[in-house]
């Protein structure tokens, strides 16, 4: 009965190789977050999106971009992985309360990105 | 943008030891969750408390919001305790950010037998 999930759980790409990593929810959760988190780090947030209505963090590089196409499906496009990438890629999701209150984040079990 | 920080940076323990994990962070929150990630990498949701008191089984946590700080507490800790204990903030902004979470640096805890 999960319910963020995650595929693949470890991916392994090529330097410079276009790679997808994909986030599903079956909470029907309006916002989907995708987090970064590199070794002996803390997670940081890349972008999320609010139904449609994508939403960039500054620093978040060019390289990296995002698609929504349903409400249950979110994924994430890495277009030129360098070295620098290899990470563990979380995605979460949660609902906008009423009255602008924040609701808890639920997150995937994370894929693993390893760069050649 | 919100500052988190975690206390201690590193802990270790015998099985059965108690423990408290503190988290301070800078500004006004709406949102405050205790995550446990295991060695496997998965991030377990432990609580979800912007204020108040809550427990479960031998974990327990409580947010004092007007003074910023926010503890976990494990009692009769076991060897699968183990693993980094995150403590993550949201902004109280009016809404804009949509919920985006600022993670703390982590408390990484080890249990021996």
């Known amino acids: 009965d999960a319910m963020v999930i995650q595929n693949p759980r470890y991916q392994v790409t090529q330097f410079g190789k276009p790679v997808t990593l994909s986030c599903s929810q079956t909470?029907?959760?309006?916002?989907m977050y995708w987090y970064q988190q590199k070794s002996s780090q803390a997670p940081k947030l890349l972008f999320h999106y609010y139904d449609k209505d994508f939403n960039n963090e500054a620093d978040t590089p060019d390289n990296f971009q995002s698609r929504r196409p349903n409400t249950s499906f979110c994924f994430l496009d890495i277009r030129s992985p360098g070295l620098g990438d290899a990470a563990m890629y979380l995605c979460?999701?949660?609902?906008?309360?009423?009255?602008?209150?924040?609701?808890?984040?639920?997150f995937g079990d994370g894929t693993r990105l390893s760069i050649l | 943008g919100i500052q988190v920080e975690q206390s201690p940076p590193d802990l270790i323990l015998q099985e059965g030891a108690n423990s408290t994990l503190r988290c301070n962070f800078s500004?006004?929150?709406?949102?405050l969750q205790w995550f446990h990630q295991n060695p496997w990498g998965q991030l377990i949701n432990l609580f979800y408390i912007p204020s108040g008191t809550k427990q479960n089984g031998r974990l327990s946590a409580t947010t004092v919001a007007t003074e910023r700080y926010s503890l976990l507490y494990i009692s009769s800790s076991q060897t699968t305790d183990s693993g980094v204990y995150f403590c993550a903030v949201g902004e109280w902004d009016g809404g804009t950010s949509y919920g985006k979470l600022t993670f703390g640096q982590g408390t990484i805890l080890t249990v021996h037998p």
């Open positions: 909470l029907n959760h309006n916002v």
């Open positions: 979460a999701t949660s609902t906008r309360g009423w009255g602008y209150s924040n609701q808890p984040q639920h």
């Open positions: 500004d006004s929150v709406n949102n």
